[in-house]
């Protein structure tokens, strides 16, 4: 009798360790890739800061926050409360067509890092995420930050001699990434078209980057040191793209290559399009 009663103990508590694992899993996968999505923009900008203060504390100055005061700001946000010359704020805004674009950009850039991190995250406890594409992620998170900090402060400075040259740059990122990202799955195949187009991107970054600031700045030590550091993380992550995507490639069965035993006629097309997407990027940024 008391045996059975302890089969009968086993089996209900057995029953209830799978309803729980059934229960813990899916909700642990979840919470974990939401919780990675938040932390990630919440972390990057307060580094970012830490980094400039770092670098231009010598630039910085104290502020009297008693008698300063700013002319430049329309109050209207504060309506009644506020009107004319105002007394120190943390942040001030105009309602401009620029901070709505301004705006625009910073919901954007948050959504769209958060629902990337969070992917990344849900493929990783999933078994899924080939960490090859996870490197190329996570060094490319440095430029496109860049880019979305740059065009705020083009659009709060008016300031827009850069703005197609930067536009170049950063569209052909967002290519690279999206290629990355799609390739952050293990169930989706590398092709060697996928990997050359992020070849590619780097390969045309790595010259338009050397010829318009990398030489100067590094290779010279003409640059300041947050321009060096600057140019090296952009140098840097476009290396590594090369370098990983194509080394991502099973190159056996590629022909003309040592090893080779099947013939992949494509293949000519694919490196003849990788060349001239370089050559037609090359043109494009010299006439940016």
């Known amino acids: 009798m008391q045996i059975r009663i302890s089969k009968i103990i ?22 974990g890739s939401k919780a990675a999505g938040i932390l990630a923009p919440l972390t990057i900008p307060p580094l970012h800061i830490a980094f400039l203060y770092h670098f231009w504390q010598e630039f910085s100055r104290d502020v009297d926050k008693q008698y300063c005061s700013c002319s430049c700001w329309d109050t209207v946000f504060k309506g009644s409360y506020e009107s004319g010359i105002a007394s120190y704020k943390h942040m001030y805004f105009n309602a401009t067509s620029n901070t709505l674009k301004i705006w625009f950009t910073v919901v954007i850039g948050v959504i769209t890092f958060y629902e990337t991190v969070k992917y990344l995250t849900w493929l990783a406890l999933q078994g899924r995420l080939r960490f090859g594409m996870l490197i190329l992620f996570s060094t490319a998170v440095f430029s496109h930050y860049y880019s979305w900090w740059v065009y705020i402060n083009y659009w709060n400075d008016d300031f827009y001699s850069q703005w197609y040259h930067q536009l170049f740059f950063s569209i052909t990122e967002l290519i690279s990434t999206f290629l990355v990202v799609h390739l952050a799955d293990s169930q989706n195949p590398v092709t060697h078209r996928k990997a050359f187009g992020i070849a590619a991107i780097a390969i045309l970054h790595i010259l338009a980057g050397s010829w318009d600031q990398f030489i100067r700045n590094v290779v010279r030590g003409e640059g300041y040191a947050h321009q060096v550091v600057r140019d090296l993380g952009f140098m840097i992550p476009d290396i590594l793209h090369v370098v990983l995507a194509l080394g991502s490639l099973r190159w056996r069965g590629i022909p003309n290559l040592p090893g080779s035993g099947m013939r992949d006629p494509s293949i000519k097309k694919d490196l003849t399009c990788m060349l001239g997407m370089i050559v037609m990027g090359l043109c494009i940024c010299s006439i940016l």
């Open 10 to 31: 086993i089996k209900v508590i057995s029953k209830q360790m799978r309803m729980f694992r059934r229960w813990v899993c899916p909700n642990f996968v979840s919470c």
